[in-house]
């Protein structure tokens, strides 16, 4: 009890804090975010080891103490009652030992019987060598884990054989099978070959390699990051990663060419095969990705408190290093997303967790509206639109004139970028304009577009950031993907999370999802305007839009 008074004591102080530093921040840097999770300077990258334990969720990440670009790489430490507010602590791990003197590299955690949480992650020695390490919390019974002890068996794997020592890392949470033995897989590239390694364990602590890799892929490189689990088909509840049971399948996740991609398929636990049922593993813009924007080296966990799977990934920068210096920072996490199966089964749905409604103030509501083709944008007011939460559906009739792909396969990201938001087609483009100026010359639009292939009707969804921004040395990348939906009988929904520099967008209700990094330079702070439009020959219905502005956070230190 006094462990969860302690915890609690230190949620009111983030709660009703007055987050003056943080708060500081918009008015010397627009780009800082409001509501997505970043520490208060200096580089962060991957996710690592997220977990629910004692009534606290703690989130580690790759983190430089000492500036704002990588290295001294350490396993930075938060803490948080609901996802939304976090207290930052030490970094959990430090780069002192000569297995890991040069990065406390990714990995994640695993709770063993006890219940015992470990951290089983990378570290990499002064040649470059990716060795496999393990680090305990020094005090069980203090209710935030501060310090954590590196294991005086480490390193607990190497590279021997067929693995190159620079292509062997990111261990997995660990999962128990049938016969009480723990298994986790680790990522590399064996012969050319992206694969996830399998190891097994009595303890959690000495580990051996199986026969053979849990799954690998001959045409892709190496994989980073990979994650295992399962998912319920028969709702929406996630699964813990050691449950055996019906009535599910499996996500393997691997990080690759700069995305995240994913298959769903049948695990047997008896033997440890996994048979992907989706188009397995490779280098393409059809294949299924959690994100078609900037998101990588994901990690997920299960949350045992409201039973659901939640989801971070990393969104790196798209403007420079010496950006970074300037700001002092470089680096946030996307907003956790719950993560379960889609209805068909064929791919996941993804989420904000439930928890951002808390963040939510007022509201704006637009219903109804016919918007004609290729008229002026229609600017929605009241909005504080550079930290926003944007629902909006549409919906589309008599789509004979849609117009004409040859082909029922077609890339999605060179569609956006050939069609793109200045391109009047018959339906679409049409959706909203975000981080908009008053006058459109700068402007990120997220928007769809209906297409009649040789047997069905394809939604494309993109995000078009070629007009984010007047800066010249910026991304202003174009990304695309489908939507696997019937504009003919479903509306097309879309949700976007806008946060300063970053536009997160769920199209579909979560079946695709699409972020992306803008620096304007004109629609900054209260500057920011939102626009609904429709630059298509054919009217299209504006059913439904609901805003809120959000309001931030609290980041708190408390050492």
């Known amino acids: 009890m006094l462990g969860g008074c302690v915890v609690s004591f230190f949620l ?27 520490p208060l300077k200096n580089w962060i990258n991957d996710p690592n080891g997220p977990m629910y334990f004692n009534g606290v969720y703690h989130l580690f ?27 930052i602590l030490e970094p959990a791990l430090s780069p002192k030992e000569t297995y890991d003197i040069e990065g406390c590299l990714s990995g994640s955690t695993t709770i063993l019987d006890g219940p015992k949480p470990i951290i089983l992650y990378t570290g990499q020695d002064s040649d470059k060598n990716q ?35 620079s292509q062997f890392r990111d261990p997995s949470t660990a999962w128990m099978g049938p016969d009480g033995k723990w298994r986790m897989v680790i990522g590399s590239e064996i012969n050319g070959h992206g694969t996830a390694l399998l190891y097994y364990s009595s303890n959690g602590f000495n580990w051996t390699r199986s026969d053979k890799p849990l799954h690998f892929s001959s045409e892709t ?47 047997d636990p008896q033997t440890d095969q996994f048979l992907a049922v989706t188009q397995d593993f490779r280098v393409s813009n059809m294949q299924l990705r959690y994100d078609y924007g900037r998101f990588y080296a994901s990690k997920s966990f299960y949350d045992s408190a409201k039973q659901r799977r939640v989801l971070w990934g990393w969104v790196d920068e798209g403007d420079s290093e010496l950006d970074a210096i300037k700001k002092g920072w470089s680096g946030l996490q996307s907003f956790p997303r719950s993560v379960w199966l889609s209805d068909t089964h064929k791919q996941l ?23 004609k083709g290729e008229t002026s944008p229609l600017k929605v007011p009241g909005l504080r639109a550079s930290q926003a939460d944007i629902e909006v559906f549409f919906s589309v009739t008599n789509l004979s004139d849609a117009e004409q792909i040859d082909s029922d396969v077609f890339d999605p990201q060179l569609l956006c970028e050939q069609k793109n938001a200045s391109s009047s087609g018959s339906f679409g483009p049409f959706g909203i304009l975000v981080l908009a100026s008053k006058n459109l010359t700068e402007y990120t639009a997220v928007f769809f577009r209906v297409f009649k292939g040789p047997n069905k009707f394809h939604v494309l969804m993109c995000s ?4 984010s921004s007047v800066a010249e040395k910026v991304d202003k990348s174009i990304y695309g993907t489908f939507l696997d939906l019937d504009p003919l009988h479903e509306k097309i929904s879309l949700r976007s999370l806008i946060d300063h520099s970053i536009v997160e967008s769920f199209g579909g209700e979560g079946l695709a999802c699409i972020t992306a990094r803008v620096y304007p330079k004109i629609a900054i702070n209260k500057h920011a305007k939102l626009y609904v439009f429709n630059n298509g020959t054919k009217n299209v219905t504006l059913s439904s839009l609901n805003a809120w502005n959000m309001n931030k956070t609290r980041i708190v230190p408390i050492g």
Request: some cysteine; charged content about 15%.
């Open 464 to 467: 078009d950031q070629s007009r």
């Open 61 to 87: 990440y790759q983190y430089n103490p000492y500036g704002p670009l990588w290295g001294n790489i350490s396993w930075g430490h938060s803490i948080s009652h609901d996802l939304v507010n976090w207290f």
């Open 131 to 165: 060795l496999q390490n393990l680090a305990f919390p020094k005090n069980l019974s203090d209710p935030l884990l501060k310090d954590w002890i590196k294991w005086d068996g480490n390193p607990i794997l190497t590279a021997v054989n067929d693995i190159n020592s």
């Open 221 to 267: 490189g190496m994989w980073e990051c990979p994650d295992f689990y399962p998912v319920s088909s028969v709702g929406k509840n996630g699964i813990d990663v050691s449950f055996q049971g019906n009535n599910t399948v499996h996500v393997l996740k691997a990080s690759y060419n700069g995305h995240e991609y994913y298959v769903i398929g049948s695990y």
């Open 12 to 38: 009111f102080l983030v709660v009703n804090g007055d987050g003056s530093v943080h708060a500081s921040q918009h008015h010397l840097q627009p780009y800082r975010t409001g509501f997505h999770f970043q």
């Open 349 to 371: 749905v993804q989420w904000p967790v439930e928890e951002i409604e808390k963040l939510r103030a007022k509201q704006v509501n637009m219903k109804n509206i016919e918007l």
